[in-house]
């Protein structure tokens, strides 16, 4: 991702709360759920990670490939958790994009700059379009999916949460409408993310 300097700073610690809050997920879930939190906190966390602004750290060439084999191995624990549960599909195409979303951005990598998320500067185009184009059209239907899901879910918040969510009255960590709130906050950032490869 390139972009100015605040840009970079609200990504990153909007998607770092987001993962924190995932991981706060993770005490108060079925096993699934505990899954599916722990899945979107590593997200929320390497997104994080991502739009930190260069100002701050340049990230060695290596670490590029670095986030390109930790969401890859992502991908597949969501590619083989998938045959339980239709939410890791959408777990194996955020892990999918973030591998992508690093090899575009390594040195060499198609960006043709080496840059990372939240570079100043001119932004140059990276990766294929056609599959930028998908994963944006993909994030787009999504966010406004959820967005759409969380209108009655806060609405009616004192009944229990979708299949995984965990008890209602369980606390924080419990809560439907802060953890789809969440998945709207990850789907967001990482349009934003896509938007400005």
Known sequence: MHGPA??????????????????????SQTAEGRRAARAEALMGFGMAAMAMPAAVVTPPGWGWAVYAVLFGAAALRALWFSRRSGHHLHHLIGSSAMVYMALTMAPGGGGGHGGHAGHGGVATAGGVPLLTGLLLAY???YVLRSGARLIPVAATAGGGGPVGEGPAGGGWGARPELALACRLTMGIAMFAMLLTL
Do not use: D, K, N, P
């Not at 700073?9 to 706060?24: P, S």
């Open 6 to 27: 605040m840009s970079g700073w609200l990504l990153m610690a909007l998607c770092a709360m987001t993962g924190a809050y995932c991981l706060l997920r993770t005490g």
């Open 139 to 141: 994030y787009a239907v």
